[in-house]
């Protein structure tokens, strides 16, 4: 399973560090990616990176703001934040890659927030 | 980028009927990257389909994926209680990931 943790309010500006915790599948061999959802809205997707961190993508929205990263000795994904603004607000997912770039596997999303 | 357009935005039918959702692409999609996903209140999107017409592990037959090109359908052949939910669409191409915007399916 995938598990977020990190959301929280912010302020304009303010940056934040999402973690996605995994466990019950061998992390280091999967791609990963992260998912945002703004509330009634659709998905968009953030960025991606691969099992050994290289290469890694970001949706132009992010690009130069949000660092993905990953450990697999601790089974983790990680989506550093900065410069954030309203428009960044959204349930933030992490997923699974699997075959034919799709995603198979979602954590249960974490609250991002930001206003004054 | 590759732009998906879902239609309808909202599907509304009965228990037991058919329910065909259709994603339409701005630009042929590349390979067989095309997906559809399940998402329920409250809850993470679901994988269905992807490479355009497999079936995700667990995924009952009534679900069907077909299309190529720039057109796509998903396909519940009987509609059941739990297939109410929105659906999207999904795409990769160049190293972008995009989703249609959904298809609410409602009870009539």
């Known amino acids: 399973q995938l598990v977020e943790s990190g959301g929280g309010l912010v302020q304009p500006g303010g940056s934040l560090r999402l973690s996605c915790a995994a466990s019950?599948?061998?992390?280091?061999?999967?791609?990963m990616s992260w998912v945002r959802q703004a509330p009634g809205k659709g998905l968009e997707w953030v960025s991606y990176?691969?099992?050994?961190?290289?290469?890694?993508y970001y949706a132009d929205s992010v690009k130069g703001r949000f660092t993905i990263s990953r450990d697999n000795a601790k089974n983790s994904l990680y989506l550093q934040m900065h410069s954030l603004g309203a428009e960044d607000t959204a349930v933030y997912y992490c997923?699974?890659?699997?075959?034919?770039?799709?995603?198979?596997?979602w954590g249960q999303g974490t609250m991002v927030t930001v206003s004054s | 980028e590759i732009v998906l357009t879902q239609s309808p935005g909202t599907l509304s039918l009965s228990p037991g009927e058919r329910a065909t959702l259709s994603c339409r692409a701005s630009?042929?999609?590349?390979?067989?990257?095309l997906a559809w996903y399940q998402q329920k209140p409250g809850q993470a999107p679901r994988l269905l389909i992807y490479?355009?017409?497999s079936r995700a592990t667990g995924i009952p037959d009534r679900f069907s994926g077909s299309g190529s090109g720039t057109d796509f359908t998903l396909t519940i052949s009987r509609l059941e209680p739990e297939d109410f939910a929105v659906y999207y669409c999904?795409?990769?191409?160049?190293?972008?990931?995009?989703f249609g915007q959904g298809t609410k399916v409602e009870i009539k």
């Open positions: 997923a699974r890659g699997y075959l034919e770039n799709t995603f198979d596997m």
């Open positions: 630009q042929s999609v590349s390979g067989n990257y």
């Open positions: 990176i691969s099992t050994s961190s290289s290469p890694i």
């Open positions: 490479g355009i017409s």
């Open positions: 019950g599948f061998t992390f280091s061999t999967y791609s």
């Open positions: 999904q795409q990769y191409d160049s190293t972008l990931w995009t």
